[in-house]
């Protein structure tokens, strides 16, 4: 199957610090989502991207699909303990019925 | 507004014995609909998808199978399980036609033993 690359794999950061991570690919893809997942629930929908080159907020969350279809990047500025978690992107092929799943960033935020 | 269920909710099951995990969806009608397997601290890996009923894709070769008798309905199975199908087990959903985002259920976990 397609391969998302993910990173970093985790991160420790103090509270209040701005975070960014990003997911690459070989292949193109026509839709970027990003989750957040709690530990023993289902991942969360965070933000969808549908257009290269768009900037998407979702309060001090903000996504970017990349230029070139192959790449996208989540920025969480002013880090809050509550932000600690696994945050998934997922990519969605041109024949529209998979979508593919990074390996994950498992974020940290110190109080 | 639109829900997916998933159960149960955890599962202990010895090896050799049967599998049914069951999800359903809420308020739409002829969702995509998805089986995924995370392992621990590991991301998603995709097992099933069908776009409609009767319509099952497999995308990797495994030990497990799954049916959708009904249009919102999505039913995971083994006739025999194996230690490495311990796992988490999510259901998700996307809208027919548009594929725009994807939802998860609650997801069950799964041990072996």
């Known amino acids: 199957g397609q391969q998302l690359n993910q990173s970093p794999q985790s991160m420790f950061i103090q509270e209040g610090e701005d975070v960014s991570m990003n997911c690459t690919s070989s292949s193109i893809f026509n839709t970027w989502l990003w989750y957040k997942q709690d530990p023993g629930e289902g991942p969360v929908l965070l933000i969808a991207?549908?257009?290269?080159?768009e900037l998407t907020s979702n309060g001090r969350l903000t996504a970017q699909f990349g230029i070139t279809r192959k790449d996208s990047f989540l920025n969480i500025s002013a880090s809050i303990p509550s932000d600690v978690g696994i945050y998934f992107c997922?990519?969605?092929?041109?024949?529209?019925?998979?979508?593919?799943f990074g390996s994950g960033t498992k974020l940290n935020v110190k109080p | 507004s639109q829900t997916i269920h998933q159960w149960p909710a955890t599962l202990v099951q010895p090896v050799g014995s049967p599998l049914s995990l069951e999800c359903t969806v809420e308020g739409t009608s002829n969702p995509n609909l998805y089986w995924y397997r995370q392992a621990a601290g590991r991301g998603l890996q995709l097992l099933f998808y069908?776009?409609?009923?009767?319509?099952i894709s497999s995308e990797v070769p495994q030990n497990l199978s799954a049916s959708r008798p009904q249009d919102r309905q999505f039913i995971l199975s083994s006739k025999k399980l194996l230690l490495s199908d311990s796992g988490f087990y999510l259901c998700?959903?996307?809208?027919?036609?548009?594929?725009?985002?994807?939802?998860f259920g609650s997801g069950t976990q799964l041990s072996v033993l």
């Open positions: 069908s776009v409609g009923i009767g319509q």
């Open positions: 991207l549908y257009k290269a080159g």
């Open positions: 998700a959903w996307s809208p027919d036609n548009s594929n725009e985002k994807l939802f």
């Open positions: 997922a990519g969605l092929t041109y024949n529209f019925n998979k979508f593919y």
